[in-house]
């Protein structure tokens, strides 16, 4: 007669003839367990590692502050028109600030440069010129930039009242 040995639930819920257990599915499921413990563990390193952590500070590059912009201009459009190859023969003032010789040689002693008349038409040399002037005034007072710029006298009330409409 043949015995049927009686099918035993294990913990795992598989059928088994002898009770045993599915060594497969047991050696299977450890695997799982043990793989996904180390790859848990990696990824918690790898975060810590890789990712900044709550007290980190980002900079950001900013534009540059500009102070003399608007001023800049201003003095343009009233000088020249935003044309940086502006010529005035009578006063020999040059490009698009309308820079005169006697300005050239002061900036030229003030700073050991060696700009000549000319170079007043290259945009950055004579903004560089310009912002040197407006500097030393600093750029809580456009009015008396503007004026200084200009010169002296009562015709700088007039170029001031000329510089603001652009402001």
């Given at each position: 007669?043949?015995?049927?040995?009686?099918?035993?639930?294990?913990?795992?819920?598989?059928?088994?003839?002898?009770?045993?257990?599915?060594?497969?599915?047991?050696?299977?499921i450890t695997r799982i367990k043990k793989t996904t413990?180390?790859?848990?563990?990696?990824?918690?390193?790898?975060?810590?590692?890789?990712?900044?952590?709550?007290?980190?500070?980002?900079?950001?590059?900013?534009?540059?502050?500009?102070?003399?912009?608007?001023?800049?201009?201003?003095?343009?459009?009233v000088e020249t028109g935003f044309d940086t190859l502006?010529?005035?023969?009578?006063?020999?003032?040059?490009?698009y600030f309308q820079i005169r010789p006697i300005r050239?040689?002061?900036?030229?002693?003030?700073?050991?440069?060696?700009?000549?008349?000319?170079?007043?038409?290259?945009?950055?040399?004579?903004?560089?010129?310009?912002?040197?002037?407006?500097?030393?005034?600093?750029?809580?007072?456009?009015?008396?930039?503007?004026?200084?710029?200009?010169?002296?006298?009562?015709?700088?009330?007039?170029?001031?009242?000329?510089?603001?409409?652009?402001?």
């Amino acid at each position: 007669m043949n015995e049927t040995v009686p099918l035993i639930r294990n913990k795992r819920g598989t059928k088994n003839e002898d009770g045993t257990g599915n060594l497969n599915q047991i050696f299977m499921i450890t695997r799982i367990k043990k793989t996904t413990i180390i790859t848990l563990v990696f990824l918690i390193f790898a975060f810590d590692v890789f990712a900044p952590s709550t007290n980190t500070k980002v900079i950001v590059d900013s534009p540059p502050i500009q102070p003399f912009r608007k001023l800049i201009h201003a003095v343009g459009m009233v000088e020249t028109g935003f044309d940086t190859l502006a010529y005035n023969p009578v006063e020999e003032a040059t490009g698009y600030f309308q820079i005169r010789p006697i300005r050239v040689l002061d900036y030229n002693r003030r700073t050991g440069s060696s700009y000549t008349l000319n170079d007043m038409f290259n945009y950055e040399i004579a903004e560089k010129v310009f912002l040197y002037y407006a500097s030393i005034i600093g750029p809580g007072d456009f009015e008396k930039i503007a004026k200084n710029w200009n010169g002296s006298g009562p015709l700088t009330i007039h170029y001031w009242e000329r510089v603001k409409k652009y402001l």
